[in-house]
Structure formats: C-alpha cells, structure tokens
Nanobody, 114 residues
Framework: VQLQASGGGLVQPGGSLRLSCAAS????????MDWYRQAPGKQRELVAF???????HISDSVKGRFTISRDNAKNMVYLQMNSLKPEDTAVYYC?????????WGQGTQVTVSS
C-alpha cells in the first residue's frame, strides 16, 4: 500500500487549496481514508475522514471550511480547504488502516500566511 499526498503550498489567509491523496496497492472503495495534520510543536490531529460507505466526518476545528471527497474509480481522496487561516498551517497527511496496519502518506506542507 502506498499513499501519495500532494497539493500543498503557500496561500494567503482566506485562500483555498485542494489536497489530493493517491492510493495504490488497495481498492479504495472498500477502505476508509483519513486526513490528519501536524503543526509545529503540536500533536498530529484528525482533520476529516471518509468511509467506504460514503460517510464523511469533518473535525470541529475546520467544519464549514473543509470538505473531504473520494473518487473510487481513480483511487483518490481529496481535501478541499477554503477560507484558510494561519492556524491551518501544518503538514497534512493522508492515512488509512488495512488489516490493522496503518499507512501514511509522506505529507504535504500547507502554509497560510500573508
């Protein structure tokens, strides 16, 4: 299983970014997928997840600004981030668990700054 995250960058407050996570070695349609983030000096935190059944959850800290979606045909999961704030600055990771083994993407840096 490999996860490849991309789409991060530098954006001004109020801007938008869309992160992508490409999954290989699995059938995404039967797996849940998460996005986590880790800011400097802070613990990694769950941002959003999507289940194989189509349920999605967005953490309170980003609710109303972030959405998670998936394209099972392409084995891709996306994190659309709108109205970005400086406190959203972090490395963002996609993650899944298969057969009780956790897999992490390499992370993509998101920096929100003017």
């Amino acid at each position: 299983v490999q996860l490849q995250a991309s789409g991060g960058g530098l954006v001004q407050p109020g801007g938008s970014l869309r992160l992508s996570c490409a999954a290989s070695g699995i059938t995404l349609s039967i797996n849940n997928m998460d996005w986590y983030r880790q800011a400097p000096g802070k613990q990694r935190e769950l941002v959003a997840f999507t289940t194989s059944g189509g349920y999605t959850h967005i953490s309170d800290s980003v609710k109303g600004r972030f959405t998670i979606s998936r394209d099972n045909a392409k084995n891709m999961v996306y994190l659309q981030m709108n109205s970005l704030k400086p406190e959203d600055t972090a490395v963002y990771y996609c993650h899944l668990v298969k057969d009780d083994i956790p897999y992490w993407g390499q992370g993509t840096q998101v920096t929100v700054s003017s």
